[in-house]
């Protein structure tokens, strides 16, 4: 018997490897969460994120956490990425639950602390409550370098009142930043804003930006930010038809975002090379036209978008 065809092989159960691979390009977790008090007659934290990136059927993903640790509540690991879940649903309250046990399961992951911390300021009235402040100091006694705890210690100092404490924490944390960590502008445009707000000089102090634009290749191969080796670890214990499910809706999630709005050419990177992870080589071919036409008459994108491709083996490119 002959051996089947690529799309065929793409449409059975996929090899964790491969999910692991899918995975990494689909999903953009930042390792902190940004929020500031913006102003300060309003008794509420206002977000500065950049939007969310694409996260597929978050909905599936919890329902199968959920199961799965009704079964196996000790389950850090799980409970961290039913904490995650939550949170990219901005359904705080549930998150903190979640963490609150992760911890409970894990309380030497600084992970589960730092992001214990930020679920209850999230959830709260626009504060940092001590029950936060407590999760992040222990998420920093564990690992010191934290940027999540980091953040949300110095903005505790913003709220109290001392802003030229709050900035130069903000400003020790983007030096200690690596570059293109997806938190960076964030901070800085945090670090300039609490800075015009109240008259603090911060002329030459703060680090030029470190962001490049990431070249084709490494967004079509390698460097995308991506699920942590636990969310990873917790997504390898689901049955292999939930594994399949949820990476086939986080794919077809990124395919109607990018129809919605096409003018994302790393996120037409991301879908070719899950498809071609998937070994759905038409559809690949498919998101490589569908990118092409986003970009007409920009040459750079295109020729962008090509050399990827190329790099990921898409059919006629």
Avoid at 19 to 29: C, E, F, G, N
Avoid at 178 to 191: D, H
Wanted: glycine fraction near 8%; charged fraction near 25%; aromatic fraction near 4%.
């Amino acid at each position: 018997m002959g051996e089947p065809s690529t799309e065929a092989r793409g449409a059975t159960a996929l090899p964790f490897g491969r999910i692991v691979l899918i995975l990494a390009a689909l999903i953009a977790v930042a390792a902190i969460g940004i929020a500031i008090f913006n102003n300060r007659d309003e008794d509420s934290l206002k977000s500065v994120a950049s939007p969310q990136q694409p996260v597929g059927d978050v909905n599936a993903m919890i329902t199968q956490l959920e199961a799965r640790l009704k079964t196996n509540p000790g389950d850090a690991q799980g409970w961290r990425m039913l904490g995650w879940s939550y949170y990219r649903m901005e359904r705080f309250p549930e998150a903190v639950a979640a963490y609150r046990k992760a911890v409970a399961a894990d309380p030497q992951s600084a992970e589960g602390w730092s992001a214990l911390g930020e679920s209850i300021a999230l959830a709260g009235q626009g504060n940092i409550p001590p029950e936060a402040e407590e999760a992040l100091k222990k998420a920093l006694a564990i690992d010191p370098k934290d940027a999540r705890a980091r953040y949300f210690l110095a903005v505790k100092k913003d709220l109290a009142g001392d802003h030229k404490g709050a900035i130069d924490d903000w400003i020790a944390l983007l030096k200690d930043t690596p570059a293109g960590a997806p938190w960076e502008e964030n901070v800085r445009r945090t670090i300039q804003q609490v800075a015009a707000d109240n008259k603090i000089d911060i002329a030459g102090r703060v680090p030029p930006p470190t962001t490049p634009a990431a070249p084709a290749d490494s967004v079509a191969t390698a460097g995308i930010p991506g699920p942590t080796p636990e969310q990873m670890r917790a997504a390898s214990s689901l049955p292999p038809g939930q594994q399949d499910a949820m990476v086939r809706d986080m794919v077809n999630g990124l395919a109607n975002r990018l129809k919605a709005n096409p003018k994302d050419g790393d996120g037409w990177i991301r879908l070719m090379r899950a498809r071609m992870v998937l070994g759905e080589t038409s559809a690949a071919k498919q998101a490589l036209t569908d990118a092409k036409a986003a970009f007409a008459g920009d040459t750079a994108k295109q020729q962008r978008l090509s050399e990827a491709a190329k790099t990921l083996g898409v059919p006629g490119s």
